[in-house]
């Protein structure tokens, strides 16, 4: 279990290193750009009208 000075990986849940923080390895970093890139993870806002989705 993580302690007040060290955080869980986001992705695996290990104790992250400071070389690759907040992940405990590039293995789960990439692993997290890979769910951003394939928009597994969204950031939330609000919702696209249609005349904004006519643009491009």
């Keep these: 279990m993580p302690t007040d000075n060290t955080k ?3 992705v695996c849940g290990k104790l992250a290193r400071p070389d690759a923080r907040p992940f405990c ?3 789960c970093r ?3 750009l890979g769910r951003w890139l394939g928009e597994t993870y969204a950031v939330p806002g609000k ?3 249609a005349e904004e989705q006519d643009v491009e």
């Design 8 to 10: 869980a990986c986001p």
């Design 25 to 27: 390895s590039p293995r």
């Design 47 to 49: 919702p696209e009208t």
């Design 30 to 32: 990439a692993v997290d």
